[in-house]
T-cell receptor
Framework: DAKTTQPPSMDCAEGRAANLPCNHS???????VYWYRQIHSQGPQYIIH???NNETNEMASLIITEDRKSSTLILPHATLRDTAVYYC????????????FGSGTKLNVKP | DTAVSQTPKYLVTQMGNDKSIKCEQN?????MYWYKQDSKKFLKIMFS???????INETVPNRFSPKSPDKAHLNLHINSLELGDSAVYFC??????????????FGQGTRLTVV
């Protein structure tokens, strides 16, 4: 059911920017892209979401391509505590609420 | 102050038993969910309730019965537990069932182990 594709893992040096890509080529016009992360086996933590414009908050930036078929989550200065599995989710809409999680990207932040 | 809280955090039980997991959210949200995360770490939606009414049931065995006494609570009751039910179960909530522009908040999970 997941409509997104992400690399299984990525490494990033501490203090550097982490750029996590996601493909969602079948996204519909009114579907938002959400990013969550899961640290160890804790509950998934919301990071950011967007429709077609780039978004930024205190945690990250979200860059969505003009055709909306892919996006990139940017953690500007990764720390060791950012080591987690990052999920890119396209939220299915209409009258239902579904957050479908794919397999995610395991981000390893290294000292 | 926890937004979405689940109890218990850990649950170890024998096959065939019946158990319940409780979930409460204090965010004033009208939609709540149950997700299951298996040993392969895939997170799968099980149920979604909106204002105490079931709106999603993702082909979950009928041994699993969610109950929503009010919109702040969504409990999960499991009958005749099986080994394959061992997993981490997450509760979540979000505002406005039909809106696509609202995030979901997750609880810290309940690790269920069936022996």
């Amino acid at each position: 059911d997941a409509k997104t594709t992400q690399p299984p893992s990525m490494d990033c040096a501490e203090g550097r920017a982490a750029n996590l890509p996601c493909n969602h080529s079948t996204i519909s016009g009114n579907e938002y892209v959400y990013w969550y992360r899961q640290i160890h086996s804790q509950g998934p933590q919301y990071i950011i979401h967007g429709l077609k414009n780039n978004e930024t908050n205190e945690m990250a930036s979200l860059i969505i391509t003009e055709d909306r078929k892919s996006s990139t989550l940017i953690l500007p200065h990764a720390t060791l505590r950012d080591t987690a599995v990052y999920y890119c989710i396209v939220r299915v809409g209409r009258s239902f609420n579904k957050f479908y999680f794919g397999s995610g990207t395991k981000l390893n932040v290294k000292p | 102050d926890t937004a979405v809280s689940q109890t218990p955090k850990y649950l170890v039980t024998q096959m065939g038993n019946d158990k319940s997991i409780k979930c409460e959210q204090n965010l004033g949200h009208d939609t709540m969910y149950w997700y299951k995360q298996d040993s392969k770490k895939f997170l799968k939606i099980m149920f979604s309730y909106n204002n105490k009414e079931l709106i999603i049931n993702e082909t979950v065995p009928n041994r699993f019965s969610p109950k929503s006494p009010d919109k702040a609570h969504l409990n999960l009751h499991i009958n005749s537990l099986e080994l394959g039910d061992s997993a981490v179960y997450f509760c979540a909530s979000s505002q406005a069932s039909g809106a696509l522009n609202t995030e979901a908040f997750f609880g810290q999970g309940t690790r269920l182990t069936v022996v």
